[in-house]
């Protein structure tokens, strides 16, 4: 049976920062891509960024570009977003993922594990 825990969401000022963790039951990452994407109230899931364990390639969304950055933990069942700079347009729920494939893949619906999300908030 195969969990993805995410947690380090959480209340920030804007311009600060989080970093998010997910932890893997059941699998590790090696042959997978792995994901974080995010859901605000009243919108749909989308990608915030992405990791090929094949050959390390990364994808992030233009809206984080330069200010994310998604990474593999020393334990080969962690993964991280690091969140810089946040703003109030990433307020979101965000959500840890894995697909059973190592090429770099970051659309929502192709994922097939999922976590249970954390809550980031940013106030202005």
């Known amino acids: 049976d195969v969990q993805l825990q995410a947690s380090g969401g959480g209340l920030v000022q804007a311009g600060g920062s989080l970093r998010l963790s997910c932890v893997a039951y059941?699998?590790?990452?090696?042959?997978?891509?792995i994901g974080w994407f995010r859901q605000a109230p009243g919108k749909e899931r989308e990608a915030v960024a992405c990791f090929s364990t094949g050959d390390g390639s990364s994808y992030y969304a233009d809206s984080v570009k330069g200010r994310f950055s998604i990474a593999r933990g020393n334990a080969k069942n962690t993964m991280y977003l690091q969140m810089n700079g946040l703003e109030p347009g990433d307020m979101a729920v965000y959500y840890c993922?894995?697909?059973?494939?190592?090429?770099?893949?970051?659309?929502?619906?192709?994922?097939?594990?999922w976590g249970r999300g954390t809550e980031v908030t940013v106030s202005s």
């Open positions: 059941g699998i590790i990452w090696d042959g997978y891509a």
């Open positions: 993922s894995a697909l059973t494939m190592v090429s770099l893949i970051c659309e929502v619906y192709d994922y097939d594990y």
